[in-house]
T-cell receptor
Framework: DAKTTQPPSMDCAEGRAANLPCNHS???????VYWYRQIHSQGPQYIIH???NNETNEMASLIITEDRKSSTLILPHATLRDTAVYYC??????????FGTGTSLTVIP | GAVVSQHPSWVICKSGTSVKIECRSL??????MFWYRQFPKQSLMLMAT?????????EQGVEKDKFLINHASLTLSTLTVTSAHPEDSSFYIC??????????????FGQGTRLTVV
């Protein structure tokens, strides 16, 4: 079962930063937070993951609060191609990734 | 980067027939692969964990006799939907992790297979 909660939908203006929140209040000390996105009718695409330090790559930044109970994915300059469903996942125990309901991000021209 | 590939991308079959979907890890060996199902406007639901050389582990509520999983090699897992019916129409997605990347490495997903049973 998913250990995360996300808002069902968000809008963002093209060119602006998109900040997608995620709550994972029951996360354990050694569990990572992963972010994926899914564009319609495609498989999920990996974005970024982290444990407790903030992370940045060519796609996005991940900000994890000090208590690790929540995190924010930041797309610094959203484009229309960033319109997708974004999933925040905390991998529980073994190898499995359980998906929650995600946030449907719409980038508006 | 690591790539996971599925085949076919889409398939239409008649009710009562069986359909096989392949999932391959293209540049790494995956001892474990995962199968998901996604209905329209819903999230991905994990169906089963495919283990190379041993039986798959199914999630609660998933019929193992209907969704046969075979993981005969380190780069190939197959999902066979047996005696398919229209309610089995869905988007099936596989994923795998590169074990050489460490235990917290990300999983990579295939492009998905759209199954339509008529």
């Amino acid at each position: 079962d998913a250990k995360t909660t996300q808002p069902p939908s968000m809008d963002c203006a093209e060119g602006r930063a998109a900040n997608l929140p995620c709550n994972h209040s029951t996360i354990s000390g050694n569990e990572y937070v992963y972010w994926y996105r899914q564009i319609h009718s495609q498989g999920p695409q990996y974005i970024i993951h982290g444990l407790k330090n903030n992370e940045t790559n060519e796609m996005a930044s991940l900000i994890i609060t000090e208590d690790r109970k929540s995190s924010t994915l930041i797309l610094p300059h959203a484009t229309l191609r960033d319109t997708a469903v974004y999933y925040c996942i905390v991998r529980v125990g073994g190898n499995q990734f359980y998906f929650g309901t995600g946030t449907s991000l719409t980038v508006i021209p | 980067g690591a790539v996971v590939s599925q085949h076919p991308s889409w398939v239409i079959c008649k009710s009562g027939t069986s359909v096989k979907i392949e999932c391959r890890s293209l540049d790494f060996q995956a001892t474990t692969m995962f199968w998901y199902r996604q209905f329209p406007k819903q999230s991905l639901m994990l169906m089963a964990t495919s283990n190379e050389g041993s039986k798959a582990t199914y999630e609660q509520g998933v019929e193992k006799d209907k969704f046969l999983i075979n993981h005969a090699s380190l780069t190939l897992s197959t999902l066979t939907v047996t005696s398919a019916h229209p309610e089995d129409s869905s988007f099936y997605i596989c994923s795998a992790r590169d074990p050489n990347g460490g235990m917290n490495t990300e999983a990579f997903f295939g492009q998905g297979t759209r199954l339509t049973v008529v």
